[in-house]
């Protein structure tokens, strides 16, 4: 059971990426799905969660309006597409899966990949 982050990288302010999460040995259709980051000196931060039919998605406010979480149920992964990007967006960013929206939402999910640095600077 293995969850894989990646997509990260050096970006410049305003600019866009598109993290992955990649989810072997299981499936995620039933797993609610979060990306999490966190930056260095700071707690953990649950930025977005999407239900298991991807009706429903959370989003801090921190990056509402900026960032869009999606997934392929067929493909096996999930998706975090950030767009205008601010330094303060820069962070470790890990993808997580719960079957609780609960454990999801607080990141006390069961299932956590490795992280994909993101930096935003100029």
């Known amino acids: 059971v293995q969850l894989q982050a990646s997509g990260g990288g050096l970006v410049q302010p305003g600019g866009s990426l598109k993290l992955s999460c990649a989810a072997s040995?299981?499936?995620?259709?039933?797993?609610?799905i979060g990306w999490i980051r966190q930056a260095p000196g700071k707690d953990r931060e649950v930025i977005s969660c999407i239900s298991t039919s991807g009706t429903s998605v959370y989003y801090s406010d921190t990056v509402k309006g900026r960032f869009t979480i999606s997934r392929d149920n067929a493909k096996n992964m999930a998706y975090l597409q950030m767009n205008s990007l601010k330094p303060e967006d820069t962070a470790v960013y890990y993808c997580?899966?719960?079957?609780?929206?609960?454990?999801?939402?607080?990141?006390?999910?069961?299932?956590w990949g490795q992280g994909t640095q993101v930096t935003v600077s100029s």
């Open positions: 040995g299981f499936t995620l259709d039933d797993y609610v």
């Open positions: 997580a899966a719960d079957f609780r929206l609960s454990a999801v939402i607080t990141a006390q999910a069961m299932n």
